[in-house]
């Protein structure tokens, strides 16, 4: 499976903005795709996930600002984010899996800084 997401970039604090991830390859077990982050000197946390069936999980952090969404047909996650405040600055991975995240995308970089 290779996942290539997209959607990073410079915003300023309350500003908006989406990532996108497209799931390629073997994906016929995929049941759970979502976002993870990881900021220097952090450990990596969730954001969001979504199941194929439509059960989502956000990270504390980030529930009521973020949405996760996802089209099943086209393998593609996103992730909406607004309100956007410093410590959201992270590289975002998106991940699937079946249970848990086993397929990792390269990250995009998100920056919330004035």
């Known amino acids: 499976v290779q996942l290539q997401a997209s959607g990073g970039g410079l915003v300023q604090p309350g500003g908006s903005l989406r990532l996108s991830c497209a799931a390629s390859?073997?994906?016929?077990?995929?049941?759970?795709m979502g976002w993870y982050r990881q900021a220097p000197g952090k450990q990596r946390e969730l954001v969001a996930t979504?199941?194929?069936?439509?059960?989502?999980n956000y990270g504390d952090s980030v529930k009521g600002r973020f949405t996760i969404a996802r089209d099943n047909a086209k393998n593609t996650v996103w992730l909406q984010m607004n309100s956007l405040k410093p410590e959201d600055t992270a590289v975002y991975y998106c991940?699937?899996?079946?249970?848990?995240?086993?397929?990792w995308g390269q990250g995009t970089l998100v920056t919330v800084s004035s």
């Open positions: 979504k199941t194929i069936g439509g059960t989502t």
């Open positions: 991940s699937a899996g079946i249970m848990s995240p086993t397929f």
């Open positions: 390859g073997s994906i016929f077990n995929i049941n759970l």
